[in-house]
C-alpha cells in the first residue's frame, strides 16, 4: 500500500438516518453528535428521523452531512486507521480541515452551520438549480455555457467531478437551455438534490459574509496535507486565503484526485453519506483502491480490508 487518503463526502449526499449507527456504536461519534445537539438543538432529530425534504434544506444539509462525514473519520482513528492526507468535497472540506486540527472538531460544527446560513440565505434570493453532466467532456461543456451566457442566461461549470462528468450550476431557465444543448452532444444531464447554484458567482455574497465571520475565527496550520477544492493541492500558507474562495469557486476534484495519485495515494476511504467520491475516483482511476465508511458495518469492513492490505 501507498500513501492512503480519507475523502469526505460532500452535499447532495445526505439521507435520512445517516450517521445513526456510528453515534450507537462510537465514543468519538458519540461525543461530537452530542455536543453539536447542546449547540444546535434539533441536529439529531434531523440526521436520524428527518425527511428528504428537510435534509435537502442547505441550512440542515451542512450541519448533518458535517457530522457523518467526521464521525466516520474519528471512528476509523479508534480502530486505528489514520491517513496520510485528507481532501473533502465541498462541505467535505470543512470536515477535512477539522480533521487535519486547523480547528477544532466542536468548532468545525459552528463553521459549517454559519456556513450553512450564508448559503440557504444566497439559496433563496435566486431561482437556481444545480445538474450533472454525463459522458461529455469538461471542455464541451464549459462552451455550451459560455453558449448560453452570451445569450443572457447565466450558468456555469463549477464541480469537474471526472474526465466525463462536470456539474453546471445557473438559473432553472439556463439548466433547461443547457438540457437541450445536451442533447446535441449525446450528453446526460441530472438534477441534484440541492436547493442553490454553489460555487458559482450566486454564491458572491455569501462568500463575502463568511469571509467577514471566518477573520474573528482561529485558523492553524493543517498537521496534515489537505488537498483544496480551490487549488486541488495542499493548503499552504493562510487557510484563511483558500477556504474564503472555496465557496464561489468551482471543485476540482479531478485535478485533486489526479494530484493525490501523483503524489502518491494509491488508498481512499470515503467518510461520509454515500458513496459518490469512490465512484468518481474509480473514473479517473481504475489502478486505485476504494472503501467507504458511512456506518457502523461499512466500518467494520473497511478497517478489515485496509488492515490486510497494509
Partial sequence: ?????????????????????????????????????????????????????????TKNTQPCLYLVDLCAALALKENGIVPDGVAGFSLGEIAA????????????????????????????????AMSAVLKADSR???EICERIRKNGEEIYPVNYNSPVQTVVAGSKNAISQFKENAKEVSARV???????AFHSPYMDGAAAEFKKYLKNTELKTPGLDVYANYTAKP??????????MQMNNPVRWCDTVKNMISDGYTDFIEAGAGKTLCGLIKKISSEVKTYSVEDFESLKLTVEAVKADA
Fill in 190 to 196: 441530472i438534477d441534484l438534490a440541492v436547493s442553490a
Fill in 140 to 142: 464541451t461543456v464549459e
Fill in 97 to 128: 480541515l477539522a480533521y487535519a486540527d486547523a480547528y477544532s472538531y466542536e468548532k468545525g460544527f459552528e463553521i459549517v452551520c454559519e456556513r450553512a446560513k450564508f448559503m440557504q440565505k444566497a439559496s433563496e434570493e435566486h431561482d437556481t
Fill in 1 to 57: 500500500m501507498g500513501k492512503l487518503a480519507i475523502v469526505f463526502s460532500g452535499q447532495g449526499a445526505q439521507y435520512p438516518g445517516m450517521g445513526k449507527s456510528l453515534y450507537e456504536n462510537s465514543e468519538s461519534a458519540k461525543k461530537l453528535y452530542d455536543y453539536a445537539e447542546s449547540f444546535r438543538n434539533g441536529t439529531m432529530e434531523q440526521s436520524f428521523n428527518g425527511t428528504a425534504e428537510e435534509l435537502c434544506q
Fill in 235 to 244: 493548503y499552504e500558507g493562510s487557510v484563511f486565503d483558500t477556504i474564503s
